[in-house]
């Protein structure tokens, strides 16, 4: 069982977590591959509406916790 916190921001009302050995090195930067990367189930995108910064929390074989 674990739990992740992990800090970001964003300047471009998005955040991405992605699969760092799926990267293509041999291509130029291109909005499509984030595309592609989410389409192999290789990256999870988090539109966020706002520019600032966040907090993910990710739970791994463990159960959500309930709000309040």
């Known amino acids: 069982m674990a739990k992740l916190v992990l800090a970001g921001g964003t300047d471009v009302a ?16 291109d909005p499509a591959l984030l595309n592609e990367a989410e389409s192999r189930q290789a990256a999870v995108r988090f539109p966020t509406g706002a520019d600032g910064a966040y907090l993910l929390h990710a739970y791994l074989d463990e159960e959500i916790p309930a709000a309040g």
């Open 14 to 29: 998005e955040l991405a977590l992605f699969d760092v050995d799926a990267l293509v090195d041999d291509r130029p930067p």
